[in-house]
Nanobody, 124 residues
Framework: QVQLVESGGGLVQAGGSLRLSCAAS????????GGWFRQAPGKEREFVAS????????IYTDSVKGRFTISRDNAKSTVYLQMNSLKPEDTAVYYC?????????????????WGQGTQVSVSS
């Protein structure tokens, strides 16, 4: 089992930045690909970004390309999501996830472990 705990959410003005962290514990995390998803009120959970076990491969949804950066520190068993140039439409609960695979992925059904979520609110 892998336990995931997110932190770093909050309220920020449009154009601002936040960095989310996802700390993993339990069985070794370094062999798992990591991902970030988000869910806005009344909407389905959607893919944001994913990173492979070695951090060499990353995938982003189009709406965050050039603004968000996913990274990981396997020594700390932590995955990060640096979010810059935030927009009101980025407002959502952000969830960290991990899957028993080496490569990144975009389908939430392929993820085996989930955090409890952290709220990100962007005001206009």
């Amino acid at each position: 089992q892998v336990q995931l705990v997110e932190s770093g959410g909050g309220l920020v003005q449009a154009g601002g930045s936040l960095r989310l962290s996802c700390a993993a514990s339990g069985r070794t995390f370094r062999s798992n690909a990591g991902g970030w998803f988000r869910q806005a009120p009344g909407k389905e959970r959607e893919f944001v970004a994913s990173i492979g076990w070695s951090a060499g491969a990353t995938i982003y949804t189009d709406s965050v390309k050039g603004r968000f950066t996913i990274s990981r520190d396997n020594a700390k068993s932590t995955v990060y999501l640096q979010m810059n140039s935030l927009k009101p439409e980025d407002t959502a609960v952000y969830y960290c996830a991990a899957r028993r695979a080496l490569d990144p992925g975009t389908d939430l059904r392929d993820y085996d472990y989930w955090g409890q979520g952290t709220q990100v609110s962007v005001s206009s």
